[in-house]
DNA sequence: CAAGGTGAAACTGCATGCAATTGGAGCGCT
DNA sequence: AGCGCTCCAATTGCATGCAGTTTCACCTTG
């Protein structure tokens, strides 16, 4: 079971799968807000494709949730709501359990010190930037589903490990990293000792906590704009055109 | 916790959502096997569109893991390997067990009669075709997703069960369909009754014994043709282009 | 007859062009 | 000012065109 064959299906070097990939870390790292508008054009001006390949990776990205796409409107950034980023954190949970089930004891030496540096990285960062910790906290946890060489695994963590990432921006109050990180080296340390159920309840708790760290409040009114708040209204109108709000202030 | 707004990011009645569908229920019902080429342009001529719309549609299932895309060679539907069939049912049987989890209990009237109405349709549909039967099974976990309101969760739970689906036409014999509607039925049963353990058991159960009764052995040497054999072996030399097969009997 | 080379057809990768839709600034009316 | 209307720029939806790559039938050669 050493090593299978990596890549299939997924990001060749495509310019397409590039975009995807600038995008996707552009999203995570909050320099793209939720809402924040994507057009076509401007997308392949600044990476130099043209529409067409702006499109597709918007495309791509929308079916993995990071961003919403609504005919014949702008796309934008997605901005999930509360509950679907405790649903995504749920999921999450669930995968990531099942990626260190599977890893339980089963680490060679090269891949615990692989795992051991990141922390050392994530410890390094911790003045930095906000943005950087969390997306090398997220990398981490992709790098331990990534151990499973099971690609529809690594997929699946990746995505919803983005969504969260970028619910974190929502829904998050400034955050203290430091106790994410002792948890990743107790998850190390548990996964080298082969201690199934032990790393597995780790994990649980490590996720459960960073989620409910996050997500404060069901955040029964102050949801991000009019729009959302009055969104589930607008299900009896005909399609899902709200009837036409006064103006009002919006984000930019 | 009656009804979220339903669509949001995924399927409107785009062109290429329209293709999606319908090359995916082709590919669910083994109308198109695994291998199956899928050229741009046929595609785009069968469904009355560019192939600018037949690519972006090829784009979103090779997202999905139904199709697999590789650089100026044409598409064809997936060929996964063994142990990706065995990965995905694993991660099937978590998050299935999570959706019973949250249904258990909280299911009403309408949507129970709406379950057992569908395991009628199966069970109607036991003579016919074994394409009918496997659609009607898998759609029957599908409707149980879509029923906990989490649009993720049900995206990640048809995306596995249309990639289980898919496997199922290459390593499955023949198989009895009968046990597993009885399983649904209990499923529903304890759903209902609210036995969250129970159906968590029930849910893994059945996942389980599909996958074991399908997925049949490692399949050491028949696998489906002579490239799949040889593909870990392609490894070595330089790309993934084998090194120039005889002429050999292909499928198409 | 098998192995290898060759050219045309098939196909993909991508950009561009055109029609249709949207959104918002500006304007007039109250 | 506030409200509604109109019209134009911005933007999307989609088809088509061209260049580069792959595939495959056919032909040549040993």
Redesign the pocket.
Known sequence: MAARPTSKTSESS???SVICRALRRAIIEQALEPGA??????L?ERF??????A?HALGQLAAEGLVE???????VVATPSWQEARDAFDIRIELERLVVRQLAGKLTKAQIAELNSHVDAEDGARGGADAVSIRLATEFHILLAQMTNSPILVRYVSEVAYRCCLTLSLYSRPHSTECAINEHRAIISALAKGDERKVMELMHHHLDSVANRALVAPTPQRGRDLLDILAPYADDVASDRVV?L??VARRG
């Not at 130099?48 to 390949?53: H, Y």
């Not at 796409?69 to 796309?75: E, F, G, T």
Request: proline share 7%; hydrophobic share 25%.
């Open positions: 495509d310019k397409v508008k994507l057009p076509e054009d401007s392949g130099g494709v043209s529409r067409t390949i499109r796409l609504r005919r014949n409107r702008i796309a036409k006064p103006k």
